[in-house]
T-cell receptor
Framework: AQKVTQAQTEISVVEKEDVTLDCVYE???????LFWYKQPPSGELVFLIR??????QNEISGRYSWNFQKSTSSFNFTITASQVVDSAVYFC????????????FGKGTMLLVSP | KAGVTQTPRYLIKTRGQQVTLSCSPI?????VSWYQQTPGQGLQFLFE???????NKGNFPGRFSGRQFSNSRSEMNVSTLELGDSALYLC??????????????FGPGTRLLVL
């Protein structure tokens, strides 16, 4: 069965520090999709990125970057020069082609950025 | 384009009662999924509807049910409420076409408190 592990429960950094959130996944499917979502205190999950299993290119979007490594089943997320507004819970999720729209989430990593 | 909307945003019920939550997807989206979020279990998939049909179901008791209408709006119902049903219930919508690969966009959630 599919599984997503986010080993870091909580991370605290000072503004402008770089921070990496780890995500390790398990799946038997050869075709799957990985996602990152951000959940601010308001509760709504905000979509950040989607990556399919055939595309191992790293991606950068502003201060955000993602490192997908199939060999280690990891999909890590780095925030460069963190800001207070980045404080939130971040979830990594997996979707298998065989599972329609079902997302399997990790437990989330709470990121606290202090000024 | 309006996002996913959920009503009500907050709800307080007592044990044994039943509750109905509503979700309106993004215009044009035909798939609606429901998730339960609790501090202990994290985010768990409840069920997914596509074109008024339940396409996938998570591991929840039969007290949890849902339906989807012809305009893609969805409702979920929980009967005989238990204290453990207190949670944030999140609805997500997607186009619902190809399995697994589509991004799900989440609503703000309904916070249910069972006393």
């Amino acid at each position: 069965a599919q599984k997503v592990t986010q080993a870091q429960t909580e991370i605290s950094v000072v503004e402008k520090e770089d921070v990496t959130l780890d995500c390790v996944y398990e799946t038997r499917d050869t075709t799957y999709y990985l996602f990152w979502y951000k959940q601010p205190p308001s509760g709504e999950l905000v979509f950040l990125i989607r990556r399919n299993s055939f595309d191992e290119q790293n991606e950068i979007s502003g201060r955000y970057s993602w490192n997908f490594q199939k060999s280690t089943s990891s999909f890590n997320f780095t925030i460069t020069a963190s800001q207070v507004v980045d404080s939130a819970v971040y979830f990594c999720a997996l979707s298998e082609v065989s599972g329609y729209s079902t997302l399997t989430f990790g437990k989330g990593t709470m990121l606290l950025v202090s000024p | 384009k309006a996002g996913v909307t959920q009503t009500p945003r907050y709800l307080i019920k007592t044990r044994g009662q039943q509750v109905t939550l509503s979700c309106s997807p993004i215009s044009g989206h035909r798939s609606v999924s429901w998730y339960q979020q609790t501090p202990g279990q994290g985010l768990q998939f409840l069920f997914e509807y596509f074109s008024e049909t339940q396409r996938n179901k998570g591991n929840f008791p039969g007290r949890f049910s849902g339906r989807q209408f012809s305009n893609s709006r969805s409702e979920m119902n929980v009967s005989t409420l238990e204290l453990g049903d207190s949670a944030l219930y999140l609805c997500a919508s997607s186009l619902g076409g190809l399995a697994g690969q589509e991004t799900q966009y989440f609503g703000p959630g309904t916070r249910l408190l069972v006393l």
